[in-house]
C-alpha cells in the first residue's frame, strides 16, 4: 500500500533566506553531506528539516550534487519532498573529507550579522517591568518596598547589578527569583558562522524551547520557517566559583573541530548571574576587568583559534552576588560601572517570624509563635547572631530529618531547635558558642 505524502508547501522565496545570509555554498554542502553519511538515506524534506531551512533553498544544491554523482536517488513520492536520497562512494569520500574538517551536525548557521541584528531586535532592554510584575516574580519572598524599588530600577537599566551581603542574605535566593521577571520569547540561533568557523549557540540546558518550537521540530512536515533559529523563553545562565576567564573565551573542540558559545553569549537576550564572586580561582578583580568594556559599550571580543578577531553582540542583564562589599573589590573604575549597588542585611523581628513560618509550612512542621520568639530573644540575641532569612529553613528541615529517622512527629520545641542550632553552626567544642556566618567565611 502506497504511503500518503505530506501536504508540502513549498516556499517560492526559501532561497532567499541563504543568498541574506551570506552562507558559502561548500558550508550547505559539507553539513548536507554530513547528514546523510550519519543517517544513511534521507528523503528531500528530511534532509531541509535538519538543515532547518525550506527546500526551496536546496534545490540548486541537491541538484548540482546530483550531477556531480555525489548522491543518488533510492526511492520517489508523489512530490519532489518525497525523493529519498543516499550517498554514492563518491559522495561518501567527499562526506569524510567533510568530517574531518568539521563535525558539526545540526541546522545550517546563521552569519554573524543576522546574529546582530536578531540580537538588537529582541534586546533585553526592551521587557517591560513595573512593580506588579517584580513583586510577582519575586513571589512570597519577604522583600522590604525599599529593596524593591532598588531591584526594580536596577533591572530597567541599562547598567549591572551587584547584590552584596553576608551569607545567609538571601542573595542566591533573591537571583534566582529575579530570573522570572524576564518575560517573553526569543530567537536563538543553533549556531553562527564567523570566517569560516562554527560556532554553537544554543543550549539546550540554558535556553527552553517554546511549545511551538518542540511542535515543530517534532514533524517532519517541510519547514516553511527560518528554523536555524530556536524559539526559547528568555535565557538565564548561572555561574559561580567555577568561572574563570578562559570560560568567558570561546571554546574550541578540537575533536569535533567547531566552537562552543561562552556563558555570556548564550545568555545574550537574558540574564548572567555570576554568584559567590569572590570564591573564584582567579581574583574578583581580574574577573571583573574582564566584564568593563562590555558592559560599557555592549559588545564583546571574540578569537578564533586562527588569530581573527570579531565583536559579538552583549545584550545581557549582568547580576553579580557577593559577601564581599564594592570597596573589597580593589577597582573604583570598575565599583562605578556597576551602577547599582544593593546591600542585603538581616531582617527585623517580623520579618522573620515570616520567614520561620514559611520555612515551617515547606518543611511540613507545626508552627509555633512561642518558639519563634524563643529562638529570636534566646538563640539569636544570646549570641549576637543576625537574623539571616536562611537560616529558619536550615533549622526546621534537620527537625524534620530527625523526625523522619526516629519515625516521629517532627515539633518546635527548645530541646530541639537547640539541637538543630548547634548542627547548623557547628559550635566549638568547650565553648559551645556558636560563630556568626561571617566568622564562618
Known amino acids: 500500500m502506497k504511503v500518503a505524502e505530506p501536504d508540502v508547501q513549498i516556499v517560492s522565496s526559501g532561497a532567499a533566506i ?9 558550508l550547505v554542502i559539507d553539513l548536507l553531506l554530513r547528514h546523510l553519511a550519519r543517517t ?3 528523503r528531500a524534506v528530511e534532509i531541509a528539516s535538519r538543515l532547518g531551512v525550506p527546500l526551496s533553498a536546496l534545490t540548486s ?12 536517488v533510492t526511492g520517489r513520492g508523489a512530490f519532489d519532498a518525497g525523493i529519498e536520497y543516499v550517498l554514492t562512494d563518491a559522495g561518501r569520500y567527499r562526506a569524510r573529507d567533510a568530517f574531518e574538517r568539521c563535525q558539526y551536525l545540526g541546522p545550517l548557521p546563521v552569519s554573524l550579522a543576522e546574529y546582530a541584528t536578531r540580537v538588537a531586535q529582541q534586546s533585553v532592554r526592551q521587557i517591560p517591568l513595573d512593580e506588579s510584575r517584580l513583586r510577582q516574580a519575586i513571589g512570597d519572598a519577604v522583600v522590604s518596598p525599599e529593596l524593591i524599588a532598588q531591584l526594580g530600577a536596577a533591572l530597567v537599566s541599562d547598567r549591572a547589578l ?10 542566591t535566593f533573591l537571583a534566582e527569583r529575579l530570573l522570572d521577571a524576564l ?25 527552553r524551547a517554546s511549545d511551538t ?7 517532519h512536515l517541510l519547514p516553511i520557517q527560518d528554523n536555524r533559529w530556536v524559539r526559547a523563553k528568555r535565557p538565564v545562565v548561572i555561574t559561580g566559583g567555577e568561572l574563570t576567564n578562559e570560560m568567558l573565551d570561546l571554546k574550541f573542540e578540537r575533536q569535533s573541530r567547531f566552537y562552543v558559545a561562552p ?24 574577573l571583573l576587568n574582564r566584564w568593563i568594556v562590555p558592559l560599557d559599550r555592549g559588545f564583546d571580543h571574540m578569537a578564533l583559534h586562527t588569530g581573527f578577531k ?29 551602577g547599582y549597588k544593593i546591600h542585603l542585611g538581616p531582617l527585623d523581628a517580623a520579618s522573620y517570624r515570616t520567614v520561620i513560618q514559611q520555612a515551617c509550612i515547606r518543611a511540613g512542621v507545626p508552627y509555633v509563635q512561642e518558639m519563634a520568639t524563643w529562638l529570636i530573644e534566646e538563640l539569636h540575641q544570646a549570641q549576637a547572631m543576625p537574623l539571616y532569612p536562611a537560616i529558619p529553613y536550615d533549622l526546621v528541615a534537620k527537625l524534620r530529618d530527625k523526625a523522619v529517622f526516629e519515625g516521629s512527629d517532627a515539633r518546635l520545641t527548645r530541646e530541639g531547635v537547640r539541637w538543630a542550632w548547634n548542627l547548623y553552626f557547628a559550635p566549638d567544642q568547650g565553648d559551645g558558642e556558636a560563630p556568626t556566618l561571617d566568622q564562618l567565611r
Not at 544544491?61 to 543518488?72: P, Y
Not at 518575560?183 to 535556553?207: C, L, M, N, R, T
Not at 545568555?267 to 581580574?286: H, P, T
Open 310 to 338: 570579531f565583536e559579538v553582540p552583549f545584550d545581557v542583564k549582568v547580576l553579580f552576588s557577593s559577601n564581599l562589599a564594592p570597596s573589597a573589590l580593589g577597582d573604583p573604575a570598575f565599583v562605578r560601572r556597576l
Open 40 to 42: 544513511g538515506n534521507l
Open 183 to 207: 518575560s517573553g520569547e526569543i530567537d536563538v540561533p543553533h549556531a553562527i558562522f564567523v570566517d569560516g568557523e562554527i560556532i554553537q549557540v544554543y543550549d539546550p540546558v540554558v535556553h
Open 18 to 26: 541563504l543568498d541574506a545570509s551570506g552562507l558559502p555554498e561548500s
Open 213 to 219: 518550537t518542540a511542535t515543530r521540530q517534532s514533524t
Open 263 to 286: 556563558p555570556q553569549v548564550k545568555a545574550n537576550n537574558g540574564m548572567l548571574i555570576i554568584d559567590d564572586l569572590g570564591r573564584q580561582r582567579v581574583s574578583a578583580r581580574e
Open 162 to 171: 551587584y547584590l552584596y551581603g553576608a551569607s545567609g542574605t538571601g542573595k
Open 61 to 72: 544544491v541537491i541538484d548540482s550534487l546530483r550531477m556531480q554523482r555525489l548522491l543518488d
